[in-house]
């Protein structure tokens, strides 16, 4: 699921080579202390994620498979936390089946094949709080300053986001149960937060005394502040986004998670005891989903860390309903669990219907949404024919069916979108041309700056003004720039001294709707080169 041909794609998104040429510009430097990207200090992310790649990046080489190791073994390590989590505060078949669900849940499978830093910062975060809840639920002090450190890793990974996200947990599970309270406030959080600050506290001070204001306003003000606060790029999201997400992205399970969030409303009600566990899970749930909500500029995989929360809530439930099948507390759960069937019948139907009308694909891609409509007609008989006898199995037919899907997109949908990706050649080509005294610039490339930049392995000048550009263009220099073939042929009828050096047809769009039967036309790169004297 996690590692089969991890490096076979080239980098996807602008943010995987961005990460990827940092962390190489880190190794060649040897300037281990500062990022930089193009030969500039990069401030948008701390370190720790660069030193992390750095290791398997030295010794592999800077390759899309090094570069991806990372986040696919931090997955690995959020699933066996995840289980151990559920072992311990729970029972060992809960514990299986959140292993299960998590392994297959379509953000583990996407974050594990994407080189940036989110499942490394859920990996440290929920493994630190992990670590807190059973050093509170099973009186084990020593994992308590264990997760401390692991939420200091955090912070070093992602920024004091960290701290503010477990804080706000904190704050939540208390003000929800007076059990909860009691034992949160047993904890040693102030010890807690200062061995955290001690740990993450000193990269950041040494970045500040070597750059002073422009790494506190570029990291501070700019990628925290400003970007949380102010529609920087455009209109924003609403605040349902992530609802919407989480809905899509839990999906057959939504239903389960639901119906176990509405007997748990229906407990604190009626003011019967509530279980700590589930307290903090859904606190857990709560503040994130709450914290990012509130933000106006929004991306999907930001709620991540809630995945493994809300996979331990869909594990509590399978198992409760198979060992108190007729209990009231749990009908809720009950009505979900009848859900989990039919919706996955819906989406292996939806599924089929949109690749048959929309994608062009090969007929061997069928296959996915043929076994994700099997495998939710089998659950459907299992749970709601079968005369609602007790469920004591774990859900293995939906976990198969899902990897099969995630093979077929490995098999065919990511060679589909592969073929149509042009600047991995364009950034090669380049190379291979280029001399050292040539320029090697950008103009008008958007988000495909990054992905140039990777496979070009050199410095870039990425030209936004038009005066920049026709400064390059009418110059002495000899250089290659690449860009649309729109823009260069607007510079060609202004005069522009320019002759094509080399062109590809591609993608210029960065989503999937590139796969559509009546899909984007392909966009021409070109790489402009001066016409000889």
Not at 148 to 172: E, S, W
Not at 420 to 440: E, L, N, T
Request: aromatic share 14%.
């Amino acid at each position: 699921m996690l590692f089969w041909r991890l490096g076979t794609p080239s980098f996807w998104d602008p943010d995987e080579a961005h990460y990827a040429q940092t962390t190489r510009e880190l190794i060649a430097t040897g300037d281990w202390a500062a990022p930089y990207y193009n030969q500039q200090p990069f401030f948008d992310k701390p370190i720790l994620f660069y030193w992390l790649q750095a290791v398997p990046m030295t010794v592999l080489g800077s390759t899309e498979l090094a570069a991806r190791i990372v986040p696919a073994t931090a997955c690995l390590i959020l699933i066996g936390t995840t289980i151990w989590l559920g072992f311990t505060l729970l029972s060992w078949d809960a514990a299986v089946v959140a292993g299960l669900l998590l392994t297959v849940s379509p953000g583990v499978f996407a974050l594990a094949r994407y080189a940036i830093l989110d499942s490394v910062f859920t990996a440290f975060l929920f493994g630190g709080a992990a670590c807190i809840a059973v050093s509170v639920l099973r009186r084990r002090p020593a994992l308590e300053f264990g997760g401390y450190v692991l939420i200091a890793l955090a912070v070093l990974t992602k920024g004091p986001l960290a701290i503010v996200l477990c804080g706000l947990t904190f704050l939540l599970a208390i003000g929800l149960s007076s059990e909860a309270r009691r034992c949160l406030l047993g904890l040693h959080w102030v010890a807690g937060l200062l061995i955290a600050v001690g740990i993450a506290a000193p990269w950041f001070v040494y970045m500040w005394l070597r750059f002073g204001r422009a790494f506190l306003t570029s990291y501070m003000l700019d990628e925290n502040i400003s970007l949380y606060a102010t529609n920087r790029f455009g209109p924003g999201e609403s605040v349902w986004f992530y609802f919407r997400i989480l809905a899509a992205g839990l999906l057959p399970w939504t239903g389960l998670v639901v119906g176990r969030f509405v007997d748990y409303v229906r407990a604190i009600l009626r003011r019967e005891r509530i279980d700590v566990f589930e307290t903090l899970l859904w606190a857990w749930t709560a503040a994130i989903v709450g914290f990012f909500s509130l933000s106006k500029f929004k991306l999907d995989h930001y709620v991540f860390p809630v995945t493994p929360a809300l996979c331990l809530l869909c594990a509590r439930s399978w198992v409760e309903l198979g060992e108190r099948p007729g209990d009231p507390a749990l009908r809720g759960s009950r009505l979900g669990l009848h859900l989990v069937g039919p919706l996955f019948v819906a989406v292996g139907l939806g599924a089929g219907v949109f690749l048959i009308s929309r994608l062009e694909l090969p007929a061997g891609a069928m296959v996915a949404p043929a076994a994700i409509g099997i495998a939710g007609a089998v659950v459907t008989a299992f749970l709601n024919v079968r005369g609602g006898r007790p469920v004591r199995t774990p859900p293995i037919f939906i976990p198969a069916a899902m990897g099969i899907a995630y093979a077929t997109i490995i098999l065919y949908v990511v060679p589909a979108l592969e073929q149509r990706k042009v600047m991995p050649d364009i950034g090669r080509w380049v190379a291979s041309h280029a001399q050292s005294a040539d320029r090697v610039a950008t103009y008008g490339l958007n988000r495909w700056n990054t992905a140039f930049r990777f496979y070009v392995d050199r410095q870039v000048d990425v030209l936004d003004a038009v005066d920049a550009a026709r400064q390059l263009f009418n110059g002495s220099e000899p250089f290659y720039c690449v860009m649309p073939a729109r823009l260069f042929d607007e510079f060609v009828a202004q005069g522009a001294p320019l002759r094509v050096a080399y062109a590809r047809e591609g993608i210029w769009t960065t989503s999937g709707r590139v796969l559509w039967r009546r899909r984007i036309p392909p966009a021409r790169f070109v790489v402009a080169a001066p016409i000889a004297p």
